[in-house]
């Protein structure tokens, strides 16, 4: 009876949908339900072997093992020896010959240090590559076409990084708060550290090389020269330790005035011997620590920040000095390219290419430029950076923002794929049509070595890590397009929510439909046609169309938007700020005239009546009524659609997201009222009466204030 009891408990505890706060991420490995591909799989992976010594090889046993017992419900022994009934064998290229004998040198030579190669046929699977992290990231591989039930029985894979830099900078402050962080606070527990590792130093780790991920900057851009002291130096070995096995390097934040701070010189002038000096015995002390150190991210003459121009020098003057001290030890510099003056009444979109372009040619080697992906500040629809394309002596790094400032934060669910890649397959024209920014940045375009992709991270302490659990998604996104940036984000949609919800068909139909639709959802009812930067100041949470109040002008939205009683938008043509000039001719085309502009970027180029005609048909005034309901409406279909997804996935979950849902319903519609009301007070023009009306005055907009909104 007693047993009876016990076999009827487990079989109702296996009936629930386990219960699930994301903390897995697409991680998960649950059981594969479909039978027939069970028993396919079953049959490649008869006593796998994962051959090699290092704590590399070690890990990918465990991933292994943990993946398979999940996935399979049978418990597999990884060996570390071929055996006879061995028909999985994983393993560098050195370590056996069966693996050596199955790729060409060619082959070998094409996929590098990162690159894996994964062979299989009816009952055989071999996966190898250079090193033990090629291994790992085969695995990885594998794992994600069995977690995505597909078939592994004919395989002939090789995939190889576009980019060598696959980052995440992290905005994180040593008093453990997040600059624009929405999930929490930041997973580094420096207080605690060097002794205590948490087990999510562990399991962040291994989540960025299941995507491939290899760097990390732990530190905030906006940084503090205590990160640099010794007593820090040590608790940032530990997680480089941490890290090393994965493939992650470490990278820290510069501040620039260290030396003062911390070394008691006078100056931090990068010409002066005793400074250049202080930073190489500064690098000498860390790469004895952290042999394998990345090197130093530095935000320099930025928005407050300290830099070489406090010393009437340049970018170029302060990144080779840094670039002289980290390159007996082959590190890099990475100097952001985010630098824009109060002072200077240029229009903002125009001052890094200002600084920066002339500049072409007069950094050391193993230094890389860091842009942003737009011009003005990682808006929900820019378009591309004209440093792409204008500096072909440079390496530059590509800057995504995966943490979600100016996109909803976290409460909005935005799918960021298709905003980085709308950004990557644009074309610069620097070297005639197909000259994409994706081009410029993996190196073939000017023939770099140095290439890289880094994403503002998204990742807090919250149990599931992003805050909002689809925000998920979109460090994944980051990942996958870093390692290459031809997947489309289709099939992103479909490995993510496969892997971190469920290979329902009907789910993953109906969900990914959502995910691809809501970034032009949310442009849409944020920033339609080209608006921009119209965020409320400071934390950046909500509309603030109307500030006008603050001291530096580029601060302000209607420095933005421009609008007045003839129209709205900001004319950047060469009869106006004349941004538009600092693209290739071939690029600006598609943006000069108004009569023909890509109307996504109108407003952002053209300053355009009120009654100015779209291509649709209606004025400028009722394009943005239309967008703005539009946009707001269809979050209202987001929610209809996801409703109709409770059986298929788990209670926690489905009500986490169906809650936000609700607050992007409102928010959305806070947005389409706040911006309308406030535009209306320009253009003298009705919401036409078929709208439902503002139910509240812009006053009432206008009042409302976030104190303690996060991030900030
Ligand atoms: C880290 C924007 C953000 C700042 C950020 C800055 C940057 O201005 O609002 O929080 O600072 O970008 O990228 O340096």
């Known amino acids: 009876m007693k047993r009876l009891n016990v076999l009827l408990l487990l079989l109702l505890c296996c009936s629930i949908v386990r219960a699930e706060n994301g903390y897995d991420l697409w991680l998960r490995y649950v059981p594969i339900k ?9 049959k490649q992976i008869v006593s796998p072997v994962v051959l090699g010594t290092s704590a590399t090889a070690a890990i990918a046993r465990k991933e292994l093992s943990v993946a398979l017992l999940g996935l399979t419900g049978s418990s597999y022994l990884i060996n570390s020896n071929i055996n006879t009934s061995s028909v999985f064998i994983a393993g560098t290229v050195k370590s056996s010959a069966v693996l050596s004998a199955l790729v060409t040198k060619e082959e070998l030579n094409r996929i590098g240090n990162e690159g894996f190669i994964i062979k299989a046929k009816p009952g055989k699977t071999f996966i190898t590559g250079n090193t033990d992290l090629a291994v790992l990231y085969g695995i990885f591989h594998y794992l994600r076409l069995l977690q995505t039930n597909q078939k592994v029985i004919n395989l002939n894979v090789i995939s190889i990084p576009k980019l060598k830099l696959r980052m995440l900078n992290h905005w994180d402050n040593l008093n453990r708060t997040v600059e624009r962080g929405y999930a929490g606070f930041s997973i580094w527990d420096w207080h605690r550290l060097p002794t205590f590792i948490d087990q999510r130093y562990i399991d962040y780790a291994r989540a960025n090389a299941s995507i491939g991920i290899n760097a990390v900057a732990l530190t905030n851009v906006n940084a503090n020269s205590i990160i ?9 070995k530990k997680l480089a330790d941490v890290f090393r ?37 500064k690098a000498n002390e860390i790469y004895s620590l952290i042999p394998d150190f990345g090197g130093f991210l530095v935000k ?23 670039a002289n001290a980290v390159a007996p030890h082959k590190g890099i510099v990475i100097w952001r390219a985010f630098v824009y003056a109060a002072e200077n009444p240029v229009d903002r979109h125009m001052q890094a290419n200002d600084d920066f ?96 992709m880094t994403g503002v991270a998204n990742i807090g302490n919250d149990i599931n890590w992003t805050g909002h659990p689809m925000a998920q998604a979109n460090w994944y996104a980051l990942g996958r397009l870093a390692w290459d940036y031809n997947i489309t984000s289709d099939t992103i949609a479909d490995e993510w929510l496969r892997m971190t ?50 001291n530096r002008p580029e601060w302000n939205p209607v420095y933005y938007h421009k609008a007045d009683s003839v129209g709205i938008g900001f004319n950047r043509t060469a009869s106006g700020s004349n941004a538009i000039g600092q693209y290739h001719p ?24 009120w009654n100015h005609k779209m291509k649709s048909g209606r004025s400028v005034w009722n394009e943005l009524v239309y967008r703005y309901y539009t946009g707001a409406d269809s979050v209202k279909w987001m929610k209809q659609e996801w409703l109709k997804q409770q059986s298929k996935i788990d209670a926690q ?38 709208y439902e009306q503002p139910d509240k005055t812009l006053d009432y907009y206008k009042s409302l204030r976030f104190p303690f909104a996060p991030g900030n």
């Not at 479909?34 to 079953?42: A, D, G, R, V």
């Not at 995910?515 to 032009?520: C, P, V």
């Not at 809650?659 to 706040?674: S, V």
């Open 357 to 452: 372009v002339p500049l072409d040619g007069k950094f050391n080697s193993n230094v890389m430029v860091q842009v942003k992906n737009g011009a003005i500040d990682f808006m929900p629809r820019e378009p591309f950076h004209p440093l792409f394309g204008a500096m072909p002596k440079t390496p530059l790094m590509m800057e995504f923002q995966v943490t979600q400032e100016y996109l909803g934060q976290a409460t909005n669910w935005v799918f960021l794929a298709p905003l980085f890649k709308e950004v990557l397959d644009s074309d610069t024209y620097a070297k005639g049509k197909g000259s994409t920014v994706a081009k410029v940045i993996d190196g073939s375009l000017d023939d770099h070595t140095l290439t890289g």
């Open 300 to 322: 320099a003459n930025s928005e407050g920040q300290p830099g070489p121009q406090d010393y009437k020098r340049t970018h170029a003057d302060g990144a080779n000095m840094l």
């Open 34 to 42: 479909n039978k027939s591909l069970l028993l396919e799989y079953k």
């Open 245 to 281: 096995p994965y493939g992650i390097k470490v990278f820290l934040t510069a501040r620039f005035s260290s030396p003062i701070e911390l070394g008691r010189l006078k100056t931090a002038d990068p010409l002066d011997a005793i400074v250049q000096q202080w930073w190489t015995a």
């Open 653 to 690: 979950r489905f009500n986490d997201v169906s809650m936000l849902l609700d607050t992007q319903l409102e928010e959305a519609k806070w947005w389409r009222n706040a911006c309308l009301l406030y535009f209306q007070t320009f253009s003298k023009q009705p919401i036409p009466s078929n």
């Open 586 to 609: 071939e690029a600006r085309k598609q943006w000069e005239n108004i009569s023909t502009c890509n109307e996504k970027y109108l407003l952002w180029f053209h300053h355009a009546s």
């Open 501 to 550: 919800f469920s290979n329902d068909a009907a789910f993953v139909k109906s969900t990914k439909q959502i995910m691809l639709r809501t970034r032009e959802i949310m442009v849409d009812y944020m920033n339609p046609i080209g608006l921009h930067h119209i965020m409320a100041t400071g934390h950046h949470y909500g509309p603030g169309p109307w500030v006008s109040n603050l």
């Open 228 to 236: 640099l002291t010794p007593a820090y130096l040590e608790k940032v």
